[in-house]
């Protein structure tokens, strides 16, 4: 198993602009999420999908969209980025038997 | 969930046991603590997580207290490779999968 994929791993983006970091996960998890992590700080839920259809917001939604089509998938959309969204963003799928919530290796965003 | 306290660093000598302390006195009954880490600029990683009882797996033991209100990680033999920032994680069960994280303890290990 791949585990979590993330890509892409760095993006710079301008102000204004709009992009999509994708997510993926093998392992049949139903359960996924989106966090953000800033300078010394912890992470911080954006989104996340209990299954394919679902999704539902976090501590900090606002700026980003996201939706869950297959179990596999779970893109975040940046719908006009600036630059508080500058970030490491982290996906991350849970097994639910085992309660064990699996990351990704994240995506570095600068938005200039 | 309830609030978690970690010291912000502490600092191990190699091959000696860490412990990590965490306070989490407004637990309630049905929550788990949960402890990850994250080694610099990398992914969080799950370590170990427990209800009431100690915890041990091929990474770490956890202890909680009787009245639940901390609890400890023990690495057993340090490794350089274990320096990372560990994150001490209260949440309830069932599908609340929510993670809250806080700032964590750096645990640097020392040659």
């Known amino acids: ?112 | 969930d309830a609030k978690t306290t970690q010291p912000p660093s502490m600092d191990c000598a190699e091959g000696r046991a860490a412990n990590l302390p965490c306070n989490h006195s407004t637990i309630s009954g049905n929550e788990y603590v949960y402890w990850y880490r994250q080694i610099h600029s990398q992914g969080p990683q799950y370590i170990i997580h427990g209800l009431k009882n100690n915890e041990t797996n091929e990474m770490a033991s956890l202890i909680i207290t009787e009245d639940r209100k901390s609890s400890t990680l023990i690495l057993p033999h340090a490794t350089l490779r274990d320096t990372a920032v560990y994150y001490c994680i209260v949440r309830g069960g069932g599908s609340n999968y929510k993670l809250t994280f806080g700032k964590g303890t750096l645990l640097t290990v020392n040659p």
């Open chain 1, 1 to 112: 198993n791949a585990g979590v994929t993330q890509t892409p791993k760095f993006q710079v983006l301008k102000t204004g602009q709009s992009m999509t970091l994708q997510c993926a996960q093998d392992m049949n998890h139903e359960y996924m999420s989106w966090y953000r992590q800033d300078p010394g700080m912890g992470l911080r839920l954006i989104h996340y999908s209990v299954g394919a259809g679902i999704t539902d917001q976090g501590e900090v939604p606002n700026g980003y969209n996201v939706s869950r089509s297959t179990t596999e998938d779970f893109p975040l959309r940046l719908l006009s980025a600036a630059p508080s969204q500058t970030s490491v963003y982290f996906c991350a799928s849970i097994s639910g038997a085992g309660d064990t919530q699996y990351f990704g290796p994240g995506t570095r965003l600068t938005v200039l």
